[in-house]
C-alpha cells in the first residue's frame, strides 16, 4: 500500500509557474510508476498530464508539451511537476497517482490505484 500526499498548488496569473510536489509513503517508491492528472471539477473525467515510468521514460498530454516537465527524487520518495507558462485552462485539482501492473503504462485513469488527495492550481487571465 502507497500513501501519496500533494502539495505545492496555487493561484497564478497567466504566464506564471509552478512546481507540484507528491510524497510517496509506504513502499519502495523506485518500483512504481507515476503520474500527474488533473479534473477540472467533481464528476468530471480526470485527465492525463504527464506520466514517469520506474526507469525515467516520460509521456505528456499534447496540451502540456514544452511547458510541464515531471520528475523524479527517488531518493526522497517524491514526484514533481514543473507547470511553466500556465493558461487559464490549466485551471484544475491536481493529483498525483502510482502503480505497478502495467508493464507498458500510459495516461489512462484505469491503470492506477494509488491516488492523492490532490492540490489545486487556479490560473486566472
Known amino acids: 500500500q502507497v500513501q501519496l500526499v500533494e502539495s505545492g498548488g496555487g493561484s497564478v496569473q497567466t504566464g506564471g509557474s509552478l512546481r507540484l510536489s507528491c510524497t510517496a509513503s509506504?513502499?519502495?517508491?523506485?518500483?512504481?510508476?507515476l503520474a500527474w492528472f488533473r479534473q477540472v471539477m467533481p464528476g468530471k473525467e480526470r485527465e492525463g498530464v504527464a506520466?514517469?515510468?520506474?526507469?525515467?521514460?516520460?509521456e505528456y498530454a499534447d496540451s502540456v508539451k514544452g511547458r510541464f516537465t515531471i520528475s523524479r527524487d527517488n531518493a526522497k520518495n517524491t514526484l514533481y511537476l514543473q507547470m511553466n507558462d500556465l493558461r487559464p485552462e490549466d485551471t484544475a485539482m491536481y493529483f498525483c497517482?502510482?502503480?505497478?501492473?502495467?508493464?507498458?503504462?500510459?495516461?489512462?485513469?484505469?491503470?492506477?490505484?494509488?491516488w492523492g488527495q490532490g492540490t489545486q492550481v487556479t490560473v486566472s487571465s
Open positions: 509506504g513502499t519502495t517508491f523506485s518500483r512504481y510508476y
Open positions: 506520466l514517469i515510468e520506474s526507469g525515467g521514460s516520460t
Open positions: 497517482a502510482a502503480d505497478t501492473r502495467y508493464y507498458l503504462p500510459s495516461l489512462r485513469v484505469n491503470e492506477f490505484n494509488y
